[in-house]
């Protein structure tokens, strides 16, 4: 194995202004395995579902492969990290060994390039390996694709192709029982851990791509990943009122997929009790987003890069928390040391409130059926400045 060292951390500007309907800002993470038959836990007594997210590694190869030295630091600490404190600030205690991480897309930085992907894919799995057992990282890693992870295997030039690498890593994570439902073109997944259900949804929840973007039609195809989940939902969460946590790579505070996108997605999510929405792309903070007009916001996590840190999360019996767990930077160098940034604490609800009588012949409606819809009690944490990082 490989010995971390003192590695130089990059501080990336951002020049975006993020849009006028985000509602706030801080910070968030997710990932973990699927054990369908793990009961609900609670904040007292049983043990909470913990687990760990990240986005953007990017990794590299050739004369720049030194820069993957800070994922792999970043990795070794996900392992060392499960028995330490969570901050006063989320109400400390211990952190729970995670039952898994989740990896939000720009796996590597070069997703089409002759001699280029293919080690840095090999670089990836080495460090996060799949099941746990594989490779430096000790849980489970349950990745999809960004921008820069190359188009659809069919269009792929550069003879290597991330997305079928990451067909095939499904098929293997189904056979091993990690996920539950696979989408039929074998990219999109769900599975459920401790009361929870997770959606893996890749580049962002849309079905094709928007003709008004600006963006390459190949490469911002996402494959219709919002239909995968609008029937995943309707099957395995329905009525429950189980809580839901959804993971991209594309948030609300970029163009990369069309405003048009966003409110068919809130619209397939909001009967559901979604909990928290994660992605990357864009730096590292927590906020809020709904669609004008809309009542209840999303709570959205953005992930930031593997090589500066990744957001622990926590799931109770009543309560979300999580932090951004990150490297400490000063004058441009990692001094070896890490610290907590953008916390999220919040009450949630673990089924469905008692519904009214329905009046005689008037049944309830379901969800996806016009007045269906779950709300989570509500407690945000406090606001941070997001940091912006690469897309």
């Not at 067909?167 to 851990?193: P, T």
């Amino acid at each position: 194995m490989r010995t971390s060292r003192r590695v130089r951390a990059f501080v990336w500007s951002a020049a975006r202004m993020l849009p006028s309907a985000l509602l706030g800002i801080s910070g968030l993470a997710v990932g973990f395995v699927a054990r369908p038959a793990c009961p609900a836990v609670g904040d007292t007594g049983a043990e909470p579902l913990t687990f760990f997210v990240t986005s953007d590694c990017h990794y590299k190869s050739g004369d720049k492969a030194a820069f993957n030295e800070r994922n792999h630091a970043t990795v070794l600490r996900m392992n060392s990290l499960p028995g330490s404190e969570f901050p006063d600030k989320v109400g400390g205690g211990k952190i729970g060994r995670p039952r898994g991480v989740l990896a939000l897309g720009d796996l590597v930085d070069d997703g089409d390039r002759a001699g280029q992907t293919e080690p840095q894919w090999r670089s990836f799995v080495a460090d996060f390996g799949l099941d746990g057992t594989d490779g430096v990282l000790r849980f489970p890693v349950f990745e999809g694709w960004g921008n820069h992870d190359g188009p659809p295997a069919a269009a792929a030039k550069g003879g290597f192709s991330v997305q079928a690498q990451i067909r095939e890593r499904n098929q293997a994570r189904r056979a091993k029982g990690l996920i539950a439902n696979l989408s039929a073109n074998g990219l999109h997944y769900s599975w459920d851990s401790g009361g929870v259900h997770f959606v893996q949804l890749n580049l962002y929840p849309g079905d094709r791509y928007h003709p008004q973007s600006k963006y390459s039609a190949v490469w911002h195809d996402p494959q219709m990943s919002l239909s995968f989940l609008t029937e995943d939902l309707r099957k395995n969460v329905a009525s429950s009122g189980r809580p839901v946590v959804l993971a991209a790579h594309a948030g609300f505070d970029t163009d990369w997929w069309h405003r048009d996108e966003w409110k068919a997605f809130y619209d397939a999510v909001k009967p559901y009790n979604v909990i928290a929405y994660f992605h990357g792309h864009t730096g590292t903070g927590i906020y809020k987003w709904k669609p004008e007009g809309e009542e209840k916001p999303l709570d959205v996590v953005n992930t930031g890069q593997t090589e500066n840190g990744f957001f622990v999360v926590e799931v109770g019996e009543s309560r979300l928390r999580l932090g951004y767990y990150r490297k400490n930077v000063r004058n441009k160098e990692w001094d070896g040391t890490w610290d907590w940034q953008h916390f999220l604490q919040k009450t949630i609800q673990r089924a469905a409130p008692p519904q009214p009588a329905a009046a005689p012949g008037r049944p309830t409606a379901a969800p996806g059926e016009e007045g269906a819809a779950h709300r989570p009690a509500e407690a945000p944490g406090p606001g941070a400045a997001a940091d912006k990082g690469r897309s």
